[in-house]
């Protein structure tokens, strides 16, 4: 009995250090990855960001993954504008500028300003869950209203770095009252 106790105990060790085991996300953060998707389809970066029509848009994680494995499998699967998606997970060494959106963890919040000061004004859409993300400089901020992802952009920060949203997703998002004065300097 214990043989097969500790014979299981092991399989659950390799399995879960070998990547075999993948946690399902939450309803919450598939309908996140889903939005981070519409994201792309709305926002216009500028040409030279795409060497060529084959250049894939880049979605970026950095922090822990609440994603689990739908971003991926949504990559495999979806084009953004007809691009082809390529999803990667980034760490605070990344060159965070090689994303086109960037999900940044609640666990991160205390490193935004780093964060942000290595993206300078890059044209990378940062969205998160963070609370006081916006204030913080951040573009895109997911909440819960009646149990339900809505968002808020910080268009001020949005334009700062020559992104342009088309207007159904600034009507789809919420605009803080008297916009958020994100410049800093």
């Known amino acids: 009995m214990k043989n097969a106790v500790a014979r299981s105990i092991v399989a659950l060790l390799l399995a879960l250090t070998l990547g075999g085991c993948v946690i399902q ?3 919450e953060y598939r309908d996140k990855a889903t939005y981070l998707f519409r994201f792309g389809q709305f926002t216009e970066w500028p040409a030279y960001m ?8 880049v979605i970026g994680f ?10 991926v499998r949504m990559s495999e699967s979806e084009t953004i504008n007809s691009r082809p998606v390529v999803v990667r997970r980034m760490n605070p060494l990344s060159n965070l500028r090689q994303c ?16 942000f000061n290595a993206l300078g004004n ?23 209203e009646n149990g ?20 159904q997703l600034l009507i789809m998002g919420r605009h803080p009252k008297g916009g958020i004065d994100t410049n800093k300097e």
Do not use: C, W, Y
């Open 50 to 57: 795409f060497p060529d029509s084959n250049s894939p848009i």
């Open 25 to 27: 996300p939450s309803t």
């Open 100 to 115: 086109h959106i960037l999900f940044i963890a609640h666990s991160q919040k205390v490193h935004l300003p780093l964060i």
């Open 122 to 144: 890059s044209h990378v859409l940062t969205v998160s869950d963070a609370d006081n993300f916006l204030e913080a400089g951040g573009m895109v901020h997911f909440f819960m």
């Open 62 to 71: 950095l922090g822990g993954n609440p994603f689990g494995d739908v971003l």
């Open 148 to 167: 339900k992802v809505r968002f808020e952009i910080n268009r001020q920060a949005v334009d700062r770095t020559g992104l342009k949203m088309e207007s």
